[in-house]
């Protein structure tokens, strides 16, 4: 049962455009989401987070938008750099007392110059 | 800048072979996670460390998966034996606390093939 769905495999944008990737989740009680990075032959990197609290947050060119009562997340890359190329996961956990984060299976990012 | 190191970058090995990883986290970072990435899938997390102890393995493949922490610092993951199926990524990843809200920092990953 995949809890966090990440629906499109692949997106390509033309630098300078604005990139929309997308994520959905089925399970109601995760109340913290995040987003990573990941380069090829390197570790995943943490990009940006949101709480089920808020229902936007910004960090420079980034921004994750959280639509609670449709389960769904987004993030916003603008404007879109060839160096924004990469795979990016979502990832989801609820607040057990630990973090246990879920991750989609991610979208791999293609910005052309 | 610190980083998460992980040994060896690459392995392959035979079926039915026991293999290993090791993991070394950003110094004092007493979280420390082991995750395994199948191709075209997300990281998976297969056990988290508290200092030594164990927070969660629940999605361990106990029959066949070890990990330990000993003295709460490096870590290491075994496979035996090695089937087919195991082969992946497996990444490691460290975070100052374990609550939700901090960071994790993962390694490059150990890619694993059986063959």
């Known amino acids: 049962d995949q809890q966090v769905k990440q629906n499109s495999p692949s997106l390509s944008v033309q630098e300078g455009r604005i990139s929309i990737l997308n994520c959905d989740y089925t399970n109601s009680m995760f109340d913290y989401f995040l987003w990573y990075k990941k380069y090829p032959a390197e570790g995943p990197t943490f990009l940006i987070s949101?709480?089920?609290?808020?229902d936007k947050n910004e960090d420079g060119r980034f921004t994750v938008f959280l639509n609670k009562s449709a389960k769904h997340l987004s993030l916003h890359i603008v404007p879109s750099q060839p160096g924004d190329s990469a795979v990016y996961f979502c990832?989801?956990?609820?607040?057990?007392?630990?973090?246990?984060?879920?991750f989609g299976t991610g979208t791999r990012l293609l910005v052309s110059p | 800048e610190a980083e998460v190191a992980q040994s060896p970058r690459y392995k392959i090995t035979e079926k039915s072979q026991a293999v290993a990883f090791w993991c070394d986290p950003i110094?004092?970072?007493?979280?420390l996670y082991w995750y395994r990435q199948i191709l075209g899938q997300g990281p998976e997390l297969l056990v988290q460390f508290q200092d030594e102890s164990v927070v969660d393995d629940s999605q361990l493949p106990k029959d066949r998966f070890s990990a330990e922490r000993l003295k709460g610092v490096d870590s290491t993951l075994k496979i035996q034996p090695a089937e087919l199926g195991d082969s992946a990524m497996y990444l490691c990843?460290?975070?100052?606390?374990?609550?939700?809200?901090?960071?994790?920092?993962f390694g490059p990953g150990t890619r694993l093939t059986v063959t």
């Open positions: 990843a460290s975070s100052s606390d374990l609550r939700v809200g901090y960071e994790q920092y």
């Open positions: 949101i709480s089920s609290i808020k």
């Open positions: 990832a989801a956990s609820q607040n057990t007392g630990f973090q246990k984060l879920v």
């Open positions: 110094s004092g970072h007493a979280t």
